[in-house]
């Protein structure tokens, strides 16, 4: 058995970006082939913890090797706990799975959870490890675009109930995220451009400059050359400066939910059925949605929307809802999940809206009979 | 209809303990007939929001009319869900049951729970009330004396799992404690001498004043004379001071697990069944074996253990481990639960222990073979 000797010393190209929230900051560390780090690393930030590896089948197979033996290599006592893949895990039922599972490990409350995989299991893994002996500290391994640019950034996890999506978690910040971008060539093309809408996404809300380097660097994102180690790093250094400055989404951090209230609306339509939807699409539709909607109630020029599909498009990603296989939702169906969602307040809806390219705001005050007839327009 | 007059007022015999917890921080009302100052309390403090009032059956019957009249008089829009009574209600199964009725109630971030019931319920409603939308506020309106002086004070919350007690669970600090006395008046005898095992806790760690004066008192708190809101308001002082130094546990509030190792140990192996033992009596019996433990290692006089076992059999506590009915355990098996237990780091035990009484400390760097040889004798 040889290791890589990348193992012992972080490779010079990779970058980090440090996500400062007082006692609980720590850093994301991103460059290609990172994976053989991460036993170093634990060792050096945790000397004598004990890791639970928490994952799904799919990633397993593919990543979990490298990551058991560089944590093994460094002498960390681990334990792998290996989940169905898909959305459906992100459950109650996936949830008690997963703290039985690590209960059974008898590890301690100093010891650490480590998620290997894409969002659910981050989202997962994370608040088991904030539930357990109320609190253990946990480490994100991202292996998806989507993971490595949003979910494993900022704390947020949690699970899907039948009334929606992520309504059960809490705030739980990883000790350490590592996103190895080599790991995304063997990401499926379709959800690898899922994960781009949330890239975009950091475009759209404030930075046009960045969205106007996508529409000029997007093929080599998705080639693997130096510009996706350049997107991810923005998009983590975007969602850090946000979290930084609103950890629990007092205010500015709902900034990251443009196009998230239209696209879980239309992930619950779909009943999370990955076939017909996945999460990043949705949030490509809800940003289209965000932006003619803001253009509707003369907020933003409609050519500002057009600029917004034609991107979209180009990396294969669906802009509109009949975009989206099977059954075509009612507006009532789609006004039902959004009014379960968690931003609404005293009856008001809060949406993202946007003043131009990269000029989006949080609206708080929007009125749903406003959303129900636009919806009403979009599905007729 | 009519409503006590006291509804709009507080009475003046009322106490208040401030639990300073910097933005966290609430205050614990104890008195006669307080429930009917929720609403206008409620009112006062959370004006506009609504309440998700999680009871059981048995204290729904006694206590959920004056609780729900209170809050409606005072505008308060309520929901009711009614939970099985029993610690199998503190399981994965009642949190599922429970988020999914507080989110079928359409209840908003800013909302809040209020948790009527004993220390299940408390536990069990401050988890959920953690987790919905990432953490709503709540209430502790605790009824048994248990919950009144331990459970529904300093945040801990959570759910038993197949490998031991509160293994699931978060801090969650609620936004205000309303302590009814005269509710206790409708506790079976066996469960005010359970609570009252916490109560003589407090005396036992740092306060043998407080120890003496119940020697002295005890039957008039049973009785429900003045002595009762006495006793809570120093329990409920005495803890409060002990979580404004130590919120999330890291020294010296491990003191309040006085007799709790063992105790859980003990509830362990009677499977939860309240039939056998209570939480209230687990402790009991453990703190007697905690003055012994420290006895056998030379740090305590036993004249000590006498004088505990003394005061807590004059007041109809179980204070050996031959007292719990059914199958006797083995050495062996309390071991597991005690390794199992939340509080063991490195492969040692931490115990707290005693230099004589009301001088607790916490003692981490317990060997596990000598508690075993200690149990082995308690059990031949």
Redo the contacts between chains.
């Keep these: 058995m040889s290791l890589p000797h990348a193992s012992s010393s972080l490779p010079d190209a990779s970058r980090l970006v440090h996500v400062d929230l007082g006692e609980r900051s720590y850093d994301i560390h991103i460059g290609r082939n990172l994976l053989g780090n991460l036993g170093p690393l634990f060792a050096k930030m945790f000397g ?1 913890a004990k890791a639970a590896i928490i994952t799904d089948k799919t990633v397993a197979g593919l990543h979990l090797d490298a990551v058991q033996k560089s944590l093994e290599a460094s002498g960390v006592e681990t334990h792998v706990i290996v989940l169905e893949a898909g959305e459906k895990t992100k459950s ?1 039922e996936g ?2 799975k997963a ?2 599972a690590v ?2 490990t ?1 590890l ?3 010891d650490l959870v480590v998620a290997l995989g894409g969002g659910v299991i981050g989202d997962l893994a994370g608040f088991v490890a ?6 253990m500290r946990f480490i994100q391994v991202p292996t998806t675009l989507l993971s490595q640019v949003d979910s494993s950034v900022g704390g ?1 996890t ?1 699970i899907n ?4 999506k992520n ?5 739980h910040q990883p000790s350490l995220v590592l996103a190895d971008s080599a790991v995304l060539d063997t990401l499926p093309r379709r959800d690898f451009a899922a994960g781009y809408a949330e890239v975009a996404k950091y475009g759209l809300i404030n930075d046009p400059g960045f969205f106007a380097w996508l529409e000029a660097n997007w093929q080599e994102v998705f080639a693997g050359g130096p510009a996706r180690e350049e997107a991810i790093a923005r998009s983590c250094q975007a969602k850090a400066d946000v979290v930084a400055a609103d950890e ?1 989404e007092a205010g500015q951090r709902a900034l990251l939910n443009l196009g998230h209230t239209f696209g879980h609306a239309l992930e619950g339509m779909a009943h999370y059925d990955a076939e017909r939807l996945v999460h990043g699409e949705g949030v490509a539709i809800g940003m289209v949605l965000a932006h003619e909607f803001s253009a509707r109630l003369g907020l933003c020029d409609p050519s500002v929307t057009d600029r917004v599909i034609a991107h979209l498009e180009a990396v294969g990603l669906p802009t509109h809802i009949g975009a989206i296989a099977g059954e075509k939702p009612t507006s009532d169906l789609l006004m039902d999940f959004i ?2 969602d ?1 931003k ?3 009856g008001n809806l809060t949406f993202i809206l946007t003043r131009g390219l990269g000029q989006s705001f949080v609206e708080k005050g929007v009125d749903p009979s406003e959303v129900k007839s636009f919806l009403e327009e979009k599905l007729a």
């Design positions: 004598g109650y949830l008690t703290c039985d209960l059974d008898r301690e409350r100093g904030g539930i357990i002996r109320r609190g947020k949690g109930s039948g009334h929606g309504l059960i978690g809490l705030f629990r009014a379960q968690k609404v307040s005293r």
